[in-house]
Each structure stands twice: as structure tokens, then as C-alpha cells.
């Protein structure tokens, strides 16, 4: 079983940044994706991020320049640097991670950027 494990949330002033931390553990082995959605309180789940096992990256528009996800293979974790917070970005942000055509889902951290 996989299990992913999000830590790195909190809160944070308008123009500060954040760093959040996903580790996943079990039963990985081979090509795996991974990256993060965040779901805004009242709102849809909204795709933020993602890195390929090869180190392929893919935005948001509304975080380019802003947000950097980078992962370690070695320690299979992936992080989100988040710079230039807004207050818009507040959300409960969620790392996934895509194995062999599985989706699994971390519990999710909660990020608050005050203004």
C-alpha cells in the first residue's frame, strides 16, 4: 500500500513563501509521477503542479513564476516551493502520486497567506 505524507503548510503573510513536502512510502517501485492540487474552501480541486519521474515539469498559469516543484528520487518526495504567496492561494493543498494508472492521494496541509 502507498501512502503519501504532506507536511509544510501553515501561515504565512501576503509576499512570503512556503515550502511544502510530500514522502511517499510502500510498496513504489519504477515510473512514477507526482505533484500537487489545492482545493480552495468552497471551491473546486485545482491542479498546481506536477513532475515526471524524468523531471518534466508542468503550471498552473495562476503559479508560474511563483511556485517551483522539484522531487527526490532517492527519498521519493516531492516539494513545493511557494514564493510570492497571495492571498488568493489560500487552500488545503494535496500531493498525488501516479503509479502503474493509480492515483493515490495524500491527507492534505493547510496553507493560509494573510494580507
Known amino acids: 500500500q502507498v501512502q503519501l505524507v504532506e507536511s509544510g503548510g501553515g501561515l504565512v503573510q501576503s509576499g512570503g513563501s512556503l515550502r511544502l513536502s510530500c514522502a511517499a512510502s510502500g510498496s513504489i517501485f519504477g515510473i512514477f509521477t507526482m505533484g500537487w492540487y489545492r482545493r480552495p474552501a468552497g471551491k473546486e480541486r485545482e491542479f498546481v503542479a506536477q513532475i515526471t519521474s524524468g523531471g518534466s515539469t508542468t503550471y498552473a498559469d495562476s503559479v508560474k513564476g511563483r511556485f517551483t516543484i522539484s522531487r527526490d528520487n532517492a527519498k521519493n518526495t516531492v516539494y513545493l516551493q511557494m514564493n510570492s504567496l497571495k492571498p488568493e492561494d489560500t487552500a488545503v493543498y494535496f500531493c498525488?502520486?501516479?503509479?502503474?494508472?493509480?492515483?493515490?492521494w495524500g491527507q492534505g496541509t493547510q496553507v493560509t497567506v494573510s494580507t
Open positions: 498525488y502520486l501516479i503509479h502503474y494508472g493509480v492515483t493515490r
